[in-house]
């Protein structure tokens, strides 16, 4: 019988208005009914919604929840990060998400960081084990890669430099995971990969995410989805059983947990959680 209390985190964005705060409160408010190991939130190109990140994981703090926070290196500075590792270690963040990030539009190349492993070497050279690093994984290869092999390296790399554990870019096609992990495996990286879920709400939204992150989406999925035209009561009801039975797959063969996209909305996480038994 499968253990009902299987890990599960989630992710958010820090929102841009009044209403969006009050909104994402609501919506955590639902979502901690799933107890989340965590719950973390992501950083803009560049820092740049840096105070909303760190206001966002504060809150999710104060409601006595783990919290973590995305932290990305692109055009930083040492000095800018030893600050910002300062701020977050004084508001008791014990956990991050440490990335490259992407570069804000109009911006040269900049900053004393190239790479994720770059960052995550330097926290740990900084602040020794008071963080957890969770870093990013990619099972249908990092858009930017020139090979899977050298994107598989790149992964090693920022294990080896103290990464803890990953969560993975989003995908639909488990047998991508499961080749990723048994790949890092076999090179001697062995730490939990965690799957990143994303919830299928709307058709065009998730064509457009996934073009510009490189996760594929499978041609049958495609498909089914563009046969529903604009009936989004039919979109959410396959993309429900389509993710479900992704999931289940997963935990079946022996994933970790599950890191859930939320795009700060709980119906459908909450929803694939519940015929998870979760």
């Known amino acids: 019988m499968t253990p009902t209390r299987f890990p599960v985190s989630i992710e958010f964005f820090p929102p841009k208005t009044p209403e969006g705060v009050e909104k994402l409160r609501v919506v955590r408010q639902q979502l901690y009914a799933l107890k989340p190991e965590f719950c973390s939130v992501t950083f803009g190109a560049g820092g740049s919604t840096q105070e909303g990140t760190f206001s966002t994981v504060s809150a999710i703090l ?9 932290f990305s290196c692109i055009g930083a500075t ?21 990335l490259r990030g992407d570069l804000p539009s109009g911006y040269g190349t900049g900053g004393e960081f190239h790479y994720a492993s770059d960052l995550v070497a330097f926290i740990r050279s900084e602040t020794g084990d008071d963080f957890h690093i969770e870093v990013a994984a990619y099972p249908e290869t990092h858009p930017q890669a020139k090979s899977p092999e050298s994107d598989l390296k790149a992964f090693a790399a920022k294990v080896h430099a103290g990464a803890n554990s990953a969560i993975t870019q989003y995908f639909y096609n488990p047998d991508a995971y499961f080749r990723f992990v048994e790949e890092a495996d076999a090179i001697g990286v062995q730490v939990p990969v965690v799957p990143g879920i994303m919830p299928i709400a709307s058709s065009s939204q998730l064509m457009r995410f996934s073009d510009t992150c490189g996760a594929e989406i499978p041609r049958w999925i495609r498909l089914r989805l563009q046969s529903f035209g604009d009936d989004t009561a039919s ?18 063969g022996g994933a970790p947990g599950l890191h ?19």
């Open 62 to 70: 104060a409601e006595g929840v783990p919290a973590v926070s995305h």
């Open 78 to 98: 040492r000095e800018r990060v030893r600050e910002q590792l300062a701020i977050l270690k004084t508001m008791g963040v014990n956990r991050l998400v440490a």
């Open 260 to 278: 859930f996209y939320s795009m700060n909305q709980s119906v459908a996480t909450m929803e694939i959680c519940r015929r998870l038994g979760l």
């Open 235 to 252: 979109i959410k009801a396959f993309g429900l059983d389509v993710v479900t039975d992704l999931c289940e797959q997963l935990r079946s």
